[in-house]
């Protein structure tokens, strides 16, 4: 391979998000060589809004507080007719990306790891015991970096996944604007509305503080994101200040996620190893999951897969619910709001989106007949439309050729 070389480490993470600087971070505290690669020429996301529960702080370990804008202790729920509205026991927070980005950054560097910005992955070769990278840098150069471990953490679209043979994951597509928050949403409650005709997801409203919000929705294309976004902001009287978007992984179960080769190993973190919730479409908490999974398995010389467990299982119950939710319309969630009475109300909020099966199985004791709305929804025929997948509804994965 040509070029000069970083040398050898232990470990090397390719990206520099959430998940790949929180493994960068542990590996470095338990006494590992890392280096971080990213391929942007600064270490931080394009600025993003997020809300993020309160689980975010215990598997952190420590409070971003550069990072909080807001926290919001009640989540209002709105349907066609209906309305129901959630009060949390812990707040979620709202937080933004760069600024969460940047404070691991600084707890990686501290703790010992090199971080290396502007360096763009483009080949990797298997050696007897090594996986050796290419990389080109900010100014076209070319240069080596080898370590027995490599952790992708290089998002949805991951060259780690791409460059050692395991693939990637179909994705569907973010959008929000940054809005003034508007007099009629109050600054402690997250909105959500759920309009199947525009979006099998939901849009929502996060309020920053007592001045700005962010509206927005997934979607299962940008074109749709766009024109349904389009309409919300004109129904709601909102006028866009700024706009932020991406592409966030559709979780796989089963999907490949390591690779071992004589004494090197692969694994996927975060969006690169699809660890979002399909039902929310967040990612941050349950990314920092399978970083922290990644980091038992070298630590302890253990399998990743089997360190996943329980995000897997967590990640493929929140599976099994979208599927059920995805085939509800208009009228059926005019009828789930009007299930959520005052047991299910304190069930909801009892718990985070980051403990569905803490949420899920006492919110059905709670009120029985949601089994039934998901009973019937689940027997109607449903019709998937071209480019879906029709085991789940979600988008179809398109391999690279």
């Known amino acids: 391979m040509p070029g000069e070389s970083f040398g050898a480490s232990d470990v090397i993470v390719v990206g520099a998000g959430t998940a790949g600087l929180y493994a960068a971070y542990h590996l470095a505290k338990n006494g590992a060589r890392v280096r971080v690669f990213e391929a942007s020429e600064r270490v931080g996301p394009p600025a993003r809004t997020l809300i ?40 979620d927070a709202i937080v933004e990306r760069e600024a969460l980005v940047q404070s691991l950054a600084e707890k990686a560097m501290a703790a ?3 971080v290396n910005a502007g360096w763009r992955l483009v080949g990797c070769e298997w050696e007897t015991a090594r996986l050796a990278l290419r990389l080109v840098g900010p100014h076209g150069e070319e240069r080596t970096a080898e370590a027995r471990h490599v952790i992708g953490a290089d998002g949805a679209s991951s060259r780690v996944a791409e460059a050692t043979g395991l693939g990637g994951f179909p994705k569907v597509s973010l959008l929000q604007a940054r809005v003034v928050l508007p007099a009629w949403a109050p600054a402690d409650t997250t909105q959500v509305w759920f309009d199947p005709e525009s979006t099998r997801f939901f849009f929502w409203l996060e309020p920053e503080g007592a001045i ?24 709601h009287r909102l006028e866009p200040l700024s706009y932020q978007g991406g592409q966030i992984p559709y979780y796989r179960q089963g999907a490949a996620v390591s690779r071992r080769q004589g ?5 996927l973190v975060g969006d690169a190893a699809g660890q979002v919730k399909v039902t929310t479409v967040g990612g941050v908490v349950t990314g920092l999951r399978g970083a922290r999974a990644a980091v038992r398995a070298i630590v302890r010389e253990a399998d990743y897969a089997r360190e ?7 990640l493929g119950l929140h599976l099994l619910v979208h599927k059920v939710v995805s085939r509800l319309g208009a009228r059926e969630y005019d009828e789930m709001l009007d299930l959520l009475s005052g047991p299910l109300l304190r069930a909801l909020g009892a718990y985070t989106r980051d403990e569905i099966a803490r949420v899920l199985f006492p919110s059905l004791l709670a009120q029985p007949r949601l089994l039934f709305l998901a009973a019937r929804c ?19 994965l398109e391999r690279p050729r």
Not at 263 to 267: E, F, I, K, N, R
């Open 52 to 91: 993020i529960t309160s689980r975010l702080l215990d598997a952190l370990g420590f409070v971003p507080t550069s990072a909080i804008l807001n926290r919001t202790a009640k989540l209002a729920l709105n349907s066609r007719q209906r309305s129901a509205t959630v009060v949390l026991r812990e707040a």
């Open 112 to 114: 010992g790891a090199e």
């Open 212 to 235: 700005h919000a962010t509206v927005g929705l997934i979607a299962d294309s940008p074109h749709q994101a766009q024109a349904a976004l389009a309409r919300f902001l004109e129904r």
């Open 263 to 267: 004494g090197a190993q692969v694994l």
């Open 308 to 314: 996943l467990g329980a995000l897997r299982r967590e």
């Open 378 to 396: 689940v027997a109607r025929p449903r019709h998937v439309a071209p480019g879906r997948d029709a085991s789940t509804g979600g988008p179809r």
